[in-house]
């Protein structure tokens, strides 16, 4: 069976942003904090379930795998790095879905290999969110990602905005990733609730 995923994917560093997201309908969030203390980031990831499960909504836990387990998340995202460091097997007998950030075909062939639930592509635009070794994907290569992952979900991801959602969407993107068009925008909420207008 095709899994159908919510086409709006945003990314959030803390519990306060899904506090403000989740209540407006958004469905398919990630939590993705790096620097905190082990007891923080359990606090966090606890409530970040709780919180997404009061909503109805899947929360993707970013890297933390064994976290993920041992609070019952639903959803992992890996990047490649930390592929290298997560016990795979571990994982899926948790039973959670597993999404993958892919960059070229080497990482794209590793990540089938595991049979993810989706798979991103980034940047597809030029992104501000952290410095890549890969410059700008461009829709041609989500449209060409979309023809070798047939039925997997592709999350295209990379200096998104509402404005380039409905390009992403029409060169195959499944589902689009938002970051800093939220968390920059003088409006987050209105610009939420742009983006469920735009996926809807």
Not at 102 to 125: F, K, N, Q, S, W
Not at 140 to 163: C, Q
Request: some cysteine; proline content about 6%; overall charge negative.
């Amino acid at each position: 069976m095709v899994m159908t995923l919510p086409r709006f994917y945003p990314i959030f560093d803390s519990v306060a942003w899904l506090e403000r997201a989740l209540p407006l309908g958004v469905k398919l969030v990630q939590l993705r904090i790096k620097d905190r203390s082990p007891d923080a980031l359990r606090s966090d990831v606890r409530a970040a379930v709780a919180l997404a499960r009061a909503h109805g909504a899947a929360l993707v836990i970013n890297d933390h795998w064994q976290l993920a387990i041992d609070e019952g998340a639903d959803w992992l995202h890996l990047g490649q790095e930390d592929l290298d460091e997560a016990d795979i097997p571990a994982i899926r007998r948790a039973g959670l879905k597993l999404g993958l950030s892919t960059h070229d075909h080497a990482e794209l062939d590793r990540a089938l290999a595991l049979a993810p639930d989706y798979v991103a592509l980034g940047p597809v635009y030029p992104t501000i969110l952290k410095q890549m070794k890969w410059h700008q994907q461009g829709l041609e290569r989500v449209t060409e990602w979309k023809g070798l992952l047939g039925d997997t979900p592709l999350v295209a991801i990379g200096g998104m905005s509402v404005e380039r959602a409905v390009g992403a969407f029409d060169a195959g993107a499944d589902v689009v990733s938002a970051v800093t068009d939220i968390t920059l925008n003088p409006d987050p909420e209105g610009r939420i609730n742009d983006w469920l207008r735009v996926c809807a």
